[in-house]
């Protein structure tokens, strides 16, 4: 039989809850998942009826609670059988809410096969092997025929029997199973509801469902757990309900019937090189208070950023450890209350002096919200390892509500929908912030700048947030902060959390001792390859145009930042390469209109003068556009001429106003549009402008050669410029499907391609058109 092999970045083996979570995360990160599912037909056993306010936030910070729908939620909890009020956390979800395990895997499944995840039922894992650059996961499909996934990663979401955690041989540390609980789903009988009730013998709980079926448990005090391959039989738990109540059930219709044991195992690892585990297959424990899923879920979201930034080349270094150091201490804390609980539980008179004290400490509301912050998962904090002592520092950012800009109303758990890093800004005018702002976006894509009022008291004492796409804060200023340590610490957190802060080519000024005489002081400046050199780059106040002008300024260039209408937004990217050590200035044109190039000119002149005491340039980049989004029936004269307008004729005599003042071997950069080589009919009068722009760049090319002056093209496909379109994660995965790379563009992406034109080193291309535009359908 021929093998089937497949590639992707991750695999992710288990359908369950967790590695569907996880599929789903990493699509919105850019990976490409395959999910392995032994199973043929979903589960119909609910194990898992549980979710906890921390899970509910996490659906909620990825859209996902309408879907799960109106579920019964209730206050009512317990800490080893002893009644708990989870109805007074501090979270819009307080309670515990009674979902289906079949519910949450059915929601989870779309959504992360409408992301683009591949589930493929059917297919048994055999083995798992890892070299330094793959995994590769050997399965067996529905037909007995041999599949082989290659990939970048594999997870083992399989459960507490894991194969990926077996053969990957990494230990599964802890006790065995010492009490059991015999449980069982029983129709037509018809016994009194008991919850957590303790009789000489045993400890009995059942309840009757809506359906009529009433779930049995039932412990026998100093029973051993019994040594079991497969699940008990209903006259064993008949005859351990009748010994320990004196009900008879027997003749009773069973449904499901199971025992679950005390056993308490933890892997060693959750990461062993390229294989990775998460949910039950990282940890086993008695299911009690419903905490073994919310677990594994909340290991699912942790892990799938940081494994998607990994594979998609983008996270910094370290970070992917981070989930091990992370969710391996959670995971031993939640393990050691379940081990306390199920001693109160399930032990007998013995433990009766015990049960007594711990009732009466439930009675203090403040121990009462410790462990019920512990079990609903609220109180994790991470060891973000950024300095500070702000309190919410490590904690999950507060579900509040916020008035971001334009006076839209929002939620925190709303801006993380698209699964990106968050820079919240609550004081926007507060010392130091418009640096920390500027050094954030210039990523971009990786991350979103929110500036916002809050409008709820959670959120009191905080003035800025770097938060993590799984909702965590890892960077956390407050009003009494200095603004020198707040940027520090807000570009070292930016660094270690999101990555792509990059310093290295802007000027450096080294000062260092002499090492022959310390008291004299030597300075070493390193100089950017652009500097002493001048740059216009049009439509600079946002997206791709404002990352160009970073770009150039970065190299040393003096930028000039032209805009049409948005002067704030202009003036954001100015002081933001201020900020970040380059020199620029703003020049206001609206192009499209009569005398729009000398008024360009006019202001270029004068703020080249004023910060380089001359009017040389040396750097066009031809980058402010407008898109038609018309459809050819609807596009009118008037709209065509205005893109030809903007698009077109303003490139054209900005060049030709533009060599009067370019020095030889200058640079012109046209940024043009992958739309000239794959068809869009919503933009056929925009992408004929673009192709006019191209075919300027040709001639010009031939014309400009003498004075060693180049011409090219950049063509972007599509990319991320910050626009309403790139929080949607549908709109997104949809565009992302497009490129080969398998996500949108950043703006940093085309700007590094443009920082290469302008550079010296590309002195042999002119008349070029090089596609920026990731392999847009390369097919
Ligand atoms: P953007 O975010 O919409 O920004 C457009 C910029 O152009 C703004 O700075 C705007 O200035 C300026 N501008 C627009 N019309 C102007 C006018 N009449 N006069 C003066 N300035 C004007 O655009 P983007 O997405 O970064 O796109 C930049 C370039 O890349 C465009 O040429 C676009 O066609 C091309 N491109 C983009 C994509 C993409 O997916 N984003 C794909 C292919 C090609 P104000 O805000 O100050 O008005």
Redesign the pocket.
């Known amino acids: 039989m021929s093998t089937t092999t497949l590639t992707t970045d991750v695999v992710v083996v288990g359908a369950g809850p967790v590695g569907l979570l996880l599929a789903g995360e990493l699509r919105l990160a850019g990976a490409r998942v395959i999910v392995l599912e032994k199973l043929t037909e979903p589960s119909t056993e609910s194990r898992a009826t549980t979710l906890h306010a921390r899970t509910m936030e996490l659906l909620d910070q990825r859209g996902l609670l309408a879907r799960v729908g109106d579920v019964p939620q209730g206050p009512g909890g317990h800490f080893g059988g002893l009644p708990l009020d989870f109805g007074g956390l501090d979270s819009p979800y307080p309670g515990q809410w009674k979902v289906p395990q079949t519910h949450t895997r059915a929601v989870l499944l779309d959504w992360a096969t409408e992301l683009g995840a591949e589930v493929r039922t059917g297919h048994t894992v055999l083995a798992v092997e890892q070299d330094r650059e793959h995994v590769e996961v050997l399965a067996e499909g529905t037909d007995g025929s041999p599949v082989t996934v290659r990939a970048r990663y594999a997870v083992g979401c399989d459960g507490e029997d894991s194969t990926v955690r077996r053969v990957a041989g990494i230990a599964f540390e802890g006790t065995d199973a010492t009490r059991e609980l015999l449980r069982a789903d029983v129709a037509g009988i018809d016994i009194p509801d008991r919850r957590f009730e303790r009789f000489p013998g045993g400890l009995a709980i059942a309840g009757r469902r809506p359906d009529g079926v009433t779930r049995v448990m039932v412990h026998r005090f100093g029973a051993p757990a019994a040594p079991r391959t497969g699940d008990p039989a209903f006259a064993e738990v008949a005859e351990a309900w009748r010994e320990v109540t004196g009900e008879e059930i027997s003749h009773g219709t069973p449904l499901w019937v199971n025992a679950f044991g005390n056993a308490a195992r933890q892997a060693a690892r959750y990461r062993d090189g390229r294989i990775l585990l998460a949910g039950d297959a990282a940890h086993r424990q008695m299911p009690v208070g419903g905490q073994a899923l919310n677990l594994g879920l909340a290991d699912a979201a942790n892990l799938g950023w940081k494994l998607g930034a990994e594979v998609c080349g983008r996270a910094p270094e370290g970070l992917l450890d981070t989930y091990h150091e992370e969710r391996h201490a959670v995971g031993r804390r939640v393990l050691g209350n379940i081990v306390a609980q199920s001693s109160i539980l399930l032990g007998g008179q013995e433990t009766d002096a015990l049960r007594a004290v711990f009732g009466e400490l439930l009675r203090d509301e403040r121990i009462v919200q410790h462990l019920t912050g512990m079990i609903s998962g609220l109180d994790v904090r991470h060891p973000v390892g950024a300095p500070g002592s702000h309190p919410l520092l490590g904690l999950r950012l507060p579900p509040a509500r916020l008035r971001a800009g334009l006076g839209r109303d929002t939620t925190t758990t709303e801006l993380l929908h698209p699964a990106r890093a968050v820079l919240l800004d609550l004081a926007p005018d507060a010392p130091g912030h418009a640096e920390v702002r500027a050094a954030a976006g210039r990523l971009a894509g990786r991350l979103r700048v929110v500036i916002a009022e809050p409008l709820d008291d959670v959120l009191t004492g905080l003035t800025a947030a770097l938060v993590r796409p799984d909702g965590y804060i890892v960077c956390a200023a407050g009003p009494d902060e200095s603004a020198a340590g707040s940027v520090r610490d807000a570009v070292a957190a930016l660094r270690r959390w999101v990555g792509g802060v990059d310093t290295s080519v802007t000027a450096v000024t080294a000062v260092t001792k002499d090492p022959a005489d310390p008291a004299v002081t030597r300075r070493k400046t390193t100089m950017g390859r652009l500097t002493n050199k001048t740059a216009l780059v049009?439509?600079?106040?946002?997206?791709?145009?404002?990352?160009i002008a970073e770009r150039l300024a970065a190299d040393g260039a003096l930028v000039a930042v032209?805009?049409?209408?948005?002067?704030g937004?202009?003036e954001e990217t100015v002081d933001a390469i201020r900020a970040a050590g380059g020199r620029a200035f703003p020049v206001?044109?609206?192009?499209?209109?009569h005398g729009?190039v000398e008024v360009l000119f006019d202001g270029l002149e004068e703020g080249l003068k004023e910060h380089s005491g001359g009017t040389e340039l040396d750097i066009v980049v031809?980058?402010?556009?407008?898109?038609g989004n018309t459809s050819p029936e609807e596009t009118t004269p008037e709209l065509f001429d205005?893109l030809v307008?903007?698009?077109a004729k303003?490139p054209f005599f900005i060049v030709q106003r533009a060599v009067r003042n370019m020095r030889d071997g200058g640079r012109v950069i046209n940024?043009?549009?992958?739309?000239t080589r794959f068809a869009n009919p919503e933009e056929i009068a925009?992408a004929m402008t673009?192709g006019a722009v191209e075919t300027l760049a040709l001639h010009y090319a031939r014309h400009l050669a003498g004075r060693g002056i180049t011409v090219n093209n950049v063509?972007?496909?599509?990319?991320?410029?910050?626009?309403e379109i790139f929080s949607n994660p549908q709109a997104v995965q949809f565009m992302s499907q497009l490129s080969a790379f398998g996500r949108?563009?950043t703006?940093a992406d085309?700007a590094d391609v443009v920082g290469f034109l302008a550079s010296d080193e590309s002195r042999w291309i002119t008349g070029a058109f090089i596609d920026a535009?990731g392999g847009t359908l390369l097919g």
Do not use: E, F, Q
């Not at 063509?715 to 991320?720: I, S």
């Open positions: 049009t439509g600079a106040s946002r997206g791709i145009g404002r990352a032209h805009y049409g209408r948005n002067k937004a202009a206001r044109a609206l192009l499209g209109g729009d031809n980058n402010a556009g407008i898109m205005r307008a903007v698009n303003a940024i043009s549009s992958g739309l925009y673009k063509a972007p496909g599509v990319t991320d410029n910050g626009s949108v563009g703006p085309v535009t």
